[in-house]
């Protein structure tokens, strides 16, 4: 996601030709232009430090099958293991409620809707820095 913004910018990049050549003539520089409307990837990732850290909550249901739960987990949380998989499903199911990921409110979303379009129950909160 992060490495797939083509559009970067290149400022004033220029060499100098060699020694041996006419000194001192510099080639064109070459400026890339962002397209309007777009982040360039510097900003994209400045967005994803500043933005405040989510959690992604997973909610007991007396519906969904555990195995199911544990698939629908690795397909919608990336690098979700199966071993984590299991263990955020058995927490959900022993305790009614288990943390899923801490992230950016914007991918925290997208996770939770995706998380409910698989028939899960899924909510997020903000990650406090502090406390017990």
């Known amino acids: 996601m992060y490495g797939q913004c083509a559009s970067r910018r290149k400022l004033g990049t220029a060499s100098v030709v060699g020694a041996g050549e006419s000194g001192g003539v510099l080639d064109k520089p070459t400026i890339e232009k962002t397209t309007p409307g777009r982040e360039s990837e510097f900003d994209l990732k400045k967005s994803k430090k500043m933005s405040p850290p989510y959690r992604v909550m997973l909610h007991n249901d007396n519906y969904n099958k555990r195995e199911y739960v544990v698939q ?51 909510s997020i909160e903000p990650a406090s820095s502090g406390g017990c």
């Open 72 to 122: 629908v987990l690795m397909k919608v949380i990336p690098g979700m293991t199966v071993d984590i998989a299991v263990n955020v499903m058995q927490e959900a199911h022993v305790n009614g409620l288990a943390m899923v990921i801490i992230c950016a409110q914007n991918d925290a979303e997208d996770h939770c809707m995706q998380l409910r379009g698989n028939g899960l129950l899924s």
